[in-house]
Structures are given as structure tokens and as C-alpha cells.
């Protein structure tokens, strides 16, 4: 048997293979409260080893698109507990992805218009969020000029993640995962670059690293390690986010750093297939002998290379992104040699209901 189609042991989650469905925004709640077509979704593609849920802003601040489900009202709480219903009732196992933007946000999307906030006041150019364009029109807008968080700031960012993470498992995820990658709040800290602080979060590696790890030891003081992964991109070159002094060297400092704790997995998001970013040669086996834990990797994997990574040994699990999209059965599909449907890119983001959401069938195999 593929090891693809194995069971896994994630710190005591069974999961029923090794198939991780990759969080992706779609942009489908008009209130930012997940409804019957998210439930039905993300059931639909239960028979994954694991589904992680597109990124759930972990409050108002941390919002940079519209249309995204939170997890920071007791109503989107409430209506999350419904998908994990739906999801449970298939078998899954599924994780909610917590998503501070920083930087990559709108005046329009702030609480009071507001600045959105970063680890100092370097805005984002050459990219777009999705916000109001105007009162009632929305599109694609630069991101506006952020403020630097202060640094009690910093520390209450850290608690609204951890008020995200126990909603996540009152509202019955399996477990959360940290969104630290894609040049979003996390990665504006990593940078050496975007972080010019003089607190104890700027400056040397271990101050730059601080605020992520704070707020996974909060998160696992609060719901345990073992149900906390942690999404980390490496060389990521997403929404300006631009090569810094020190750069391997940091990823190293963090990987070596999550390994001295107990926790769910590692989440590896590589960009060479929607970016010019590289990540330098051998620097995956030099991640996997830093970090032991569960290993999961996404970026560009189809069945046959997803089989050769895991025969490695370097990685323990693989996410499928796109594929997903229109390939609700994609478990099947693989194990089975079946066809692979084409998704309509279209349709991939926008509150238009049903269409390229939930309309995609399961294969129908003739005999």
C-alpha cells in the first residue's frame, strides 16, 4: 500500500491517512459567519487524514480580506460547531486555522478605521487585499500604511489567540494550527527587515522569534501541545515579503525552538509553484533533522511525488491545496487511479453560493 494511504498517529489523534487538506481562503460568508455551505463543504472532503480550515482572523484586527469566518464571536463560534458536526459525523478530523494578517489589511476593515497593525510601519506594496473599495463596493485595494503594535500590544495579540483557541474547541476542532507563514503577522516579526524594534521583540533572533513562541506556549497552556500545529513558510516571497539578513539562520533558530515542545506538527508551506521564491538546497533534511515532530508539507504535490517525498522520511504528512477544490473525493480519486477534475479558478474566490464551492460530485466510477 502507498504509505500516502497509512494511518498516522498525530500526538494521539488517529488519523486515517496521511492526506492533509491545506487551509484556502474562498472569500464565501457575507457576515463572516460560516453557514450551511461551509459545513457541507468541508464535509464533503472528510475522508482526508486531516482538513485545516482556511484562516479564521482571530478578531477584528486581525481581518485583512472580506468575506473570511472568524473564530472570535460567540456566534461564529456557535456556527463553526455545526461544520465540525458535519465533518465528525464523516469520520474526519479537522483543525482551525488561526490568522492575525498584520500589515496586510485596509483602513476599511479596521475596527474605527484605524491603522492596520505590524511589528513596525512598513507597508506592504506591489499587492492588494480585498476590501472596500468605497461604502458598499468592495475590490481589490493597496494595503494600507500599518503602526507599529506597542509592546503590550504584542502581548495582547498573544491572548486573543489563545481566546481564538479555546473557541476552536468549544466549537469541537480536533486541535488549532498557528497561521506563521505567508508574510502575515508572524512572518512581519520573523524579518529583519519589516521588525526594526528595540523591545523585546526586535532585534536579535531570539527577540524576532519571541512573539511566536509566546503565543504557541500560551496557545498549548491553554488547550495542550498536542493539539496545536504550527504553519511556518520559509524563503516565502508572498505579498512583499522580501529576502532579509539572517534569513536561513532564523528558520533554523525556529525550528530547533518547536522542537523543544510537544506539539501536533509542523506545517511547511513551500511557495516555488505560486512564486520566483527558492529555498535553498538541502534545507529541508536540515529542517527535518531540527525538528523531529510531525512534519507536513504543502506546495505543488501531486499523488506521485506526495509518495516519493514521504519514502524519504524527511516528511510525515502532505497537504493538497487546489486539487481539493474540485476534487472533493481526492482521497479516492488518488488511491483508486482515478482522473483528477479540473477546477474552475473563476470561481475560487466571492460570496456566489454553491458554484465551484460544493457543486463539484465525487467520481463516478463505471465498471
Do not use: C
Not at 500500500?1 to 498525530?10: I, R, V
Not at 536561513?248 to 522542537?259: D, G, I, K, P, R
Request: aromatic fraction near 10%; proline fraction near 5%; charge should be negative.
Amino acid at each position: 500500500m502507498s504509505k500516502l494511504f497509512t494511518p498516522h498517529d498525530l500526538s494521539g489523534i488517529s488519523l486515517a491517512n496521511r492526506v492533509v487538506m491545506a487551509p484556502m481562503t474562498r472569500t464565501r460568508t457575507l457576515d463572516n459567519v460560516p453557514d450551511e455551505l461551509t459545513g457541507l463543504y468541508y464535509a464533503q472532503r472528510a475522508s482526508a487524514g486531516l482538513i485545516v480550515t482556511e484562516g479564521l482572523p482571530i478578531s477584528d484586527e486581525g481581518r485583512g480580506y472580506l468575506y473570511t469566518p472568524g473564530l472570535y464571536t460567540d456566534e461564529q463560534t456557535q456556527a463553526w460547531r455545526k461544520v465540525t458536526d458535519a465533518v465528525h459525523a464523516k469520520g474526519g478530523k479537522i483543525f482551525a486555522q488561526l490568522w492575525h494578517v498584520g500589515r496586510m489589511s485596509h483602513t476599511s476593515l479596521q475596527p474605527g478605521n484605524a491603522a492596520p497593525v505590524s511589528s513596525g510601519e512598513v507597508p506592504a506594496t506591489n499587492t492588494t487585499v480585498f476590501a472596500w473599495l468605497e461604502p458598499g463596493k468592495a475590490g481589490p485595494v493597496a494595503p494600507s500604511v500599518p503602526r507599529a503594535l506597542s509592546t503590550e500590544e504584542v502581548r495582547r495579540v498573544t491572548r486573543d489567540f489563545v481566546a481564538s483557541a479555546l473557541r476552536a474547541i468549544e466549537a469541537g476542532f480536533d486541535g488549532i494550527e498557528i497561521m506563521a507563514a505567508n508574510a502575515f503577522l508572524f512572518d512581519q516579526f520573523l524579518s529583519s527587515e519589516l521588525n526594526t524594534r528595540t523591545d523585546e521583540y526586535g532585534g536579535s533572533i531570539a527577540n524576532r522569534q519571541r512573539f511566536l513562541l509566546e503565543t504557541v506556549d500560551a496557545i498549548a497552556d491553554a488547550i495542550g501541545g498536542a493539539r496545536v500545529g504550527v504553519r511556518v513558510s520559509p524563503f516565502g516571497r508572498l505579498y512583499d515579503l522580501q529576502a532579509y539578513a539572517g534569513e536561513e539562520e532564523t528558520w533554523m533558530s525556529v525550528a530547533a525552538a518547536l522542537n523543544d515542545r510537544e506539539l501536533a506538527y509542523v506545517h511547511l508551506n513551500y511557495q516555488p509553484t505560486i512564486t520566483a521564491a527558492e529555498v535553498p538546497a538541502g534545507f529541508g533534511a536540515r529542517f527535518r533533522q531540527a525538528y523531529k515532530g510531525t512534519l507536513m508539507a504543502a506546495g505543488g504535490f501531486d499523488h506521485e511525488l506526495a509518495q516519493a517525498e514521504l519514502e524519504k522520511g524527511d516528511l510525515d504528512l502532505i497537504a493538497f491545496g487546489t486539487s481539493y477544490i474540485a476534487n472533493p473525493d481526492l482521497v479516492e480519486r488518488m488511491q483508486n487511479g482515478w482522473p483528477l477534475a479540473e477546477s474552475d479558478r473563476s470561481t475560487f474566490y466571492g460570496v456566489i453560493g454553491a458554484k465551484g464551492y460544493t457543486d463539484y460530485p465525487a467520481y463516478q466510477h463505471r465498471s
